[in-house]
Nanobody
Framework: QVQLVESGGGLVQAGGSLRPPCVAS????????IGWFRQAPGKDREFVAS????????YYADSVAGRFTISRSQAANLVYLQMNNLKPEDTAVYYC???????????????????WGQGTQVTVSS
């Protein structure tokens, strides 16, 4: 069974940091782009960051650029989202997703992603 599993969420004070990993099991996603999205209560899911399959390209939402960094370990089939200087408005469930096309580009669009994790809750207190 193919799975993406996020972990590493939690409660943190404003200005703090978290580094949730996204782990793939059941198959390798080393040749797929990976994206992180988030959904806050009462809001639509939105793009956060993405990374191409060879990590040559990364993209960020304007709201997190300069604070979040996406990276990947091909050997470990892991993608990390380093989140620094967290703000209360970053509170959301964070999801990772694997691109539908092997060797496809990193993307901001949900429709370009095939496999999704169950999400990890990140709560930032003021």
């Amino acid at each position: 069974q193919v799975q993406l599993v996020e972990s590493g969420g939690g409660l943190v004070q404003a200005g703090g940091s978290l580094r949730p990993p996204c782990v793939a099991s059941g198959r390798t996603f080393s040749r797929n782009s990976i994206g992180w999205f988030r959904q806050a209560p009462g809001k639509d899911r939105e793009f956060v960051a993405s990374i191409s399959w060879i990590a040559s390209s990364t993209y960020y939402a304007d709201s997190v650029a300069g604070r979040f960094t996406i990276s990947r370990s091909q050997a470990a089939n892991l993608v990390y989202l380093q989140m620094n200087n967290l703000k209360p408005e970053d509170t959301a469930v964070y999801y990772c997703a694997a691109g539908a096309v092997v060797r496809g580009p990193a993307s901001r669009y949900e429709t370009d992603y095939d496999y999704w994790g169950q999400g990890t809750q990140v709560t930032v207190s003021s």
